[in-house]
């Protein structure tokens, strides 16, 4: 019986959702952020050594990060129907965007809501002003930039095809879901992006992740 240790508002979201859509059986264990650090609970690290989420168990198997956990499952129990032929000719897409997800489109956003942080309720009063400045710098020069350069890469792919790896959803869009969901909460998702919104808009639409969130709970990721 396959396990999902499975965190809120968090990237084992859209493992469950693939679960969903393969139709698997598994179980649920649920964890829950700090109210106040937002980490997740000493607990996970008695499944795995980095006490992060997701992670699965399967039979003996315990694996980590979402993209190879999304690999391993719809490898393993999709029986074809979420990956590509790895002879045809949309094998190479399914795979860069397998790891593209994580690899090149999250850092980006991860970075806007560390320094997005620095001027939040956290900081101390009279260091706000210093880290303000600082904040708003690093993010102009850099952050920005670099998320709308991926964005924009991102909505070309999609001008002529509903799905990341071609004409056919797959598990390389599960695993696209939360760059894209990150950058919506984040506010970096306009009217610029059509393709990408659309994206958006399909695959909340799928019955599979209304299921998921009806059976993982709030699922809200951090603006």
Request: hydrophobic share 40%; net charge neutral.
């Amino acid at each position: 019986m396959i396990t999902l240790h499975h965190l809120n508002n968090s990237r084992s979201q859209r493992v469950l959702w693939l679960l969903e859509e393969i139709g698997v059986d598994y179980k649920i264990k649920f964890y829950e952020r700090d109210a106040k650090t937002m980490l997740a609970p000493e607990s996970l690290k008695k499944v795995h050594p980095l006490g992060k989420s997701p992670v699965i168990t399967d039979g003996k198997t315990t694996m980590a990060e979402s993209g190879a956990i999304i690999e391993y499952l719809a490898e393993k129990y999709g029986e074809g129907q979420l990956t590509p032929a790895r002879d045809g000719q949309n094998y190479p897409r399914y795979r860069y965007w397998m790891h593209y997800a994580e690899g090149s489109a999250m850092p980006p956003l991860l970075l806007k809501l560390v320094f997005d942080q620095l001027t939040g309720p956290n900081m101390p009063l009279i260091m706000k002003p210093a880290a303000g400045l600082i904040s708003y710098g690093v993010k102009k020069k850099f952050i920005d930039p670099q998320i709308s350069l991926h964005l924009q890469f991102m909505e070309s792919e999609l001008a002529d095809r509903n799905w990341f790896a071609g004409g056919t959803f797959s598990a390389a869009d599960i695993q696209m879901s939360f760059p894209l969901e990150a950058a919506q909460a984040r506010n970096c998702l306009d009217e610029e992006y059509p393709a990408l919104q659309n994206f958006l808009a399909r695959i909340h639409k799928r019955p599979a992740y209304q299921r998921a969130l009806e059976k993982g709970g709030e699922y809200e990721l951090l603006g």
